[in-house]
């Protein structure tokens, strides 16, 4: 279901982070707050002196159809959640509410090649049923559901990996997006995709000659969108399938490649985020705006308006590090606050409330946040307080909780993980 955001006192960050060490450390360089990966369907950093994160602390969160990850200030990830096909890339003898195995609570993510070892990421992002990270020698690394070649292995690369192997190809990776079946990442400017947007390519390919200097990217079923020039204001730019407008352009329209897009999202926003049929930006000036599939009101519109292709703006507070998931998408404002829109039926949106809400709401719980992330039916943020909170289905333990099943409609703490 991420980016390149600091909302407040971002050198702070920057500071800790480069007083924080970990005798585990791989050797290589240690990513700055500014690497943060906010191209997908993690977050945001919102800092206070208060609650600046420790070297244990947990700054980067995303989630895909029933799994969630999460990333540690020290470049460590756990995960937990469904894990039928090794989303989580833990194996497991678990079994949840629907007797698929699954994984509970945060758990240690570890890699097998050359033994196993915990594996350090400065970015990461889930795909609905797989999860890829860049760790901190610019390497990508994939894990779960390979079917159509989205783990970016050249050889089995259509079954499922139940550890994190290596992207194939050698190349050193800026940014990485998981969606429904494909993955992107951007290396020396330019975009590479693997898996159903590039015909099942297993191995990167480069979607086009053009170099827009792109060094952010978000996937989502057969659609894909970065920004050119990232740094400034500037248009979005999106590819890919348009059968509910969520390129931000007529639906009649078709865009194979990302230097040909038009856009009606215009020249002013600083991100774009996607994980299925709709996409949102984030303007400069803190409104959202969405287009595509509107099945849950997650444009902000009435369910009697399917889709559209014209960017709606959804009404809310000033947002950042929105998050999208399968049909609902939420944010931080400027104080930590989160707010959520879009389809609640499984209690996904936070508020109490079980409806589809074409205005974002509130969270509530009295909970602030640095990073938010949104999956299929169920949503999860990194609390100020350093603690895991997640709202939504929980049959599949993709809340983190142990004793899967059933579902909350407000913020329960996740378990402390696993090692």
């Known amino acids: 279901m991420r980016r390149s955001i600091m909302l407040v006192a971002v050198s702070l960050l920057a500071l800790t982070l480069a007083a924080c060490t970990d005798d585990n450390s791989p050797t290589g360089p240690v990513p700055s707050a500014s690497s943060k990966n906010l191209t997908g ?18 700054v980067d969160i995303t989630a895909g159809d029933n799994h969630t990850c999460a990333r540690k200030i020290n470049n460590k990830v756990y995960c937990w959640g469904l894990d039928n096909l090794n989303q989580t890339g833990y194996s497991t003898t678990r079994t949840c509410y629907y007797g698929s ?3 509970d609570r945060p758990t240690l993510l570890m890699k097998a090649a050359g033994g196993w070892d915990t594996l350090r990421a400065s970015k990461l992002d889930a795909g609905s049923n797989h999860t890829c990270i860049i760790d901190t020698l ?27 192997l290596p992207v194939v ?7 990485i997006g998981a969606g429904s079946g494909s993955t992107c990442g951007t290396s020396g400017g330019l975009m590479y995709c693997w898996g159903k947007l590039m015909n099942r390519a297993a191995v990167p390919t480069l979607v086009s000659t053009y170099n827009g200097g792109y060094n952010n990217v978000t996937v ?18 999106c590819w890919g399938n348009n059968t509910y407008g969520q390129l931000g352009i007529d639906m009649s329209m078709i865009q194979n490649a990302p230097f040909a897009v038009g856009t009606f999202f215009g020249n002013s926003v600083v991100r774009a985020t996607t994980q299925q049929n709709f996409t949102c930006v984030e303007q400069t000036n803190g409104t959202v705006q969405c287009a595509g599939s509107n099945s849950n009101s997650q444009l902000g519109l009435p369910t009697s308006t399917w889709a559209t292709g014209t960017p709606q703006t959804i009404v809310a507070p000033v947002l950042h590090g929105v998050s999208t998931g399968t049909a609902h998408a939420c944010g931080l404002d400027a104080s930590g606050n989160a707010w959520c829109w879009g389809n609640g039926y499984w209690g996904q949106v936070g508020n109490g409330d079980a409806s589809a809400n074409p205005t974002a709401l509130a969270v509530t719980g009295g909970h602030t946040y640095r990073a938010i992330a949104a999956g299929a039916n169920h949503t999860c943020a990194i609390g100020t307080d350093n603690h895991i909170y997640c709202w939504g289905t929980n049959h599949e ?12 409609s407000t913020p329960v703490q996740a378990l402390d993980p696993i090692l």
């Open 169 to 175: 190809g050698g190349l050193k990776f800026t940014s």
């Open 138 to 164: 610019n390497d990508a690394w994939c894990w779960g559901d390979g079917n159509w070649g989205q783990l970016g292995f050249a050889v089995g690369s259509y079954s499922t990996s139940n550890e994190p």
């Open 220 to 237: 989502g079923d057969l659609h894909a969108c970065t920004t050119e020039n990232p740094g400034y204001p500037v248009r979005p730019v």
């Open 101 to 103: 195995p699954c994984t």
């Open 397 to 408: 333990g993709q809340l983190g909780t142990m004793y899967p099943g059933g579902w909350v």
């Open 41 to 58: 369907l993690g977050g945001i950093i919102i800092e206070r002196p208060p609650t600046r994160p420790g070297p244990n602390d947990f």
